[in-house]
């Protein structure tokens, strides 16, 4: 049976999703993207005009959610739309008897989770999230040799990501400015980093952080200024309102400074901020009681490096001897051209990048075709985001907060704000 998909929202994200679908259909036959929606029809015609020059079948283009969910013929949607829609597409989606994936983060606040969560248990639609780093074949091996001791009990984690965006707009996209429709990058990008921890340490306890606007007035700035390696998946999308060089106010937070006590006990350092001019620090390792893992870039392709207390380095294949039954599992191994244990891969980004959101696609299908969980399912989403928010509700309140009251909406002064102007 062939899985038909719809793809909402065709800016930069959506037109990564249709190379993904691409690359995807190089090695299965099993999902066709039948339909594109986006509110802007050239937006939509460059993604149709790419699928279906690519594979041969162009997607029919919608400008309106509603009027494609009536007309289309489908089994499920992919929601790559601005994250504000994540959560009324999904629901409406689940509710005509249709499969969901959402981009991350899965919804813009944790009670539009518990909303999409409750609606996928009631109807027993699938609701997969697109959370892209964990599916790196070196993120699948640094997990295996931490949960193989090979750093001995972690004791603790570091995730620095200190850097200067210059005073531009994030990915060049103005909603990314908005408290209301973001909340912050320590959100839209620092929910990769809190689901990496979770993925490698298991689940956390409680988080104290400080969070600032250090820039409240940006400059809308071109992608390939902002962010060259992604530019060319941006140059079709539209910014209503606004052109290059407008200033635009920022009300997302633009740093935070988390710390976090994990289960296990272990303590982590989640610190982000892209404004930090003449400095930058990128740090991502975790140190455990015989040494420290030093995390390669997801989607680098990349070897992690473990380093002993007397300076010995084992990287690369060295670090399979430490990993005996490690196995990539069937389906990264048909993408990733039949490897089964690797200790790194020479691919480009976009590449990489498309092979990891075609595993998505098939992940995905799989669980809505067997009734079972995605990999990466509310449960997940929900543990990721409520990780990044104690951050923004910590910084809120000056106070700690546990992760779960978070995740049960126990802890919401910072998304209150959001959740009104939403309506839930
Ligand atoms: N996993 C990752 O690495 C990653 C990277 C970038 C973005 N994202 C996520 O993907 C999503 C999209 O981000 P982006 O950078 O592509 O933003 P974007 O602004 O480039 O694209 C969003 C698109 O949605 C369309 N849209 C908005 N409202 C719509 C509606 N009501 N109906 C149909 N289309 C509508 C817009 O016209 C736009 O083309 C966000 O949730 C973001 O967090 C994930």
Not at 99 to 108: F, S, W
Not at 170 to 185: D, F, L, N
């Amino acid at each position: 049976m062939t899985f038909k998909i719809a793809l909402v929202g065709c800016g930069g994200m959506g037109r990564r999703h249709a190379h993904g679908y691409i690359e995807l259909r190089k090695y299965f036959d099993t999902v066709e993207m039948s339909a594109v929606c986006d509110v802007h029809a050239d937006v939509a015609a460059t993604v149709a005009d790419e699928i279906g020059d690519a594979t041969g079948a162009r997607p029919t283009i919608y400008t309106d959610f509603d009027e494609m969910l009536e007309k289309a013929d489908l089994d499920g949607v992919a929601i790559i739309t601005s994250t504000p829609m994540h959560h009324r597409f999904a629901i409406k989606a689940m509710e005509s008897g249709l499969h969901v994936i959402t981009e991350k983060p899965m919804g813009l606040t944790l009670k539009a989770c518990r909303q999409m969560r409750e609606v996928s248990q009631q109807t027993g639609k699938s609701m997969a999230v697109a959370e892209n780093y964990r599916r790196d074949p070196m993120n699948r091996l640094t997990r295996a040799l931490i949960e193989a001791g090979a750093i001995g009990t972690p004791y603790f984690a570091l995730d620095i990501g200190v850097g200067s965006s210059n005073g531009a707009v994030m990915h060049s996209t103005v909603w990314r400015a908005k408290k209301i429709q973001a909340g912050g990058a320590p959100l839209d990008a620092g929910v990769h980093n809190a689901d990496m921890l979770l993925y490698l340490l298991g689940g956390a306890n409680t988080v104290f952080a400080e969070t600032a606007i250090n820039e409240s007035q940006r400059t809308l700035r071109p992608m390939d200024e902002v962010a060259p390696v992604l530019a060319k998946m941006y140059n079709h999308r539209k910014e209503d309102g606004y052109e290059t060089g407008d200033t635009v106010e920022q009300t997302a937070v633009d740093t935070a400074f988390g710390v976090i006590r994990f289960k296990s006990g272990a303590i982590g350092q989640l610190l982000m901020t892209d404004t930090s001019h003449g400095q930058y620090l990128g740090v991502s390792t975790i140190s455990g009681s015989t040494g420290t893992m030093y995390r390669p870039a997801s989607r680098s392709g990349e070897s992690p490096r473990i380093v002993r207390n007397d300076g010995t380095e084992i990287t690369g294949d060295a670090l399979l001897e430490l990993v005996p039954d490690f196995e990539l599992d069937d389906t990264t191994s048909i993408l990733w051209n039949g490897a089964r244990r690797i200790s790194s891969y020479d691919m480009d980004f976009r590449e990489i990048d498309s092979k990891i959101l075609a595993y998505e696609y098939l992940d995905m299908v799989a669980a809505a075709e067997s009734g079972g969980q995605p990999e990466v399912g509310p449960q997940e989403g929900m543990d990721a985001l409520a990780l990044a928010y104690a951050l923004m509700e910590s910084g809120a309140t000056g106070l700690p907060v546990t992760v779960e009251d978070v995740a049960e909406g126990r802890a919401s002064a910072f998304q209150d704000e959001i959740d009104a102007e939403m309506g839930i």
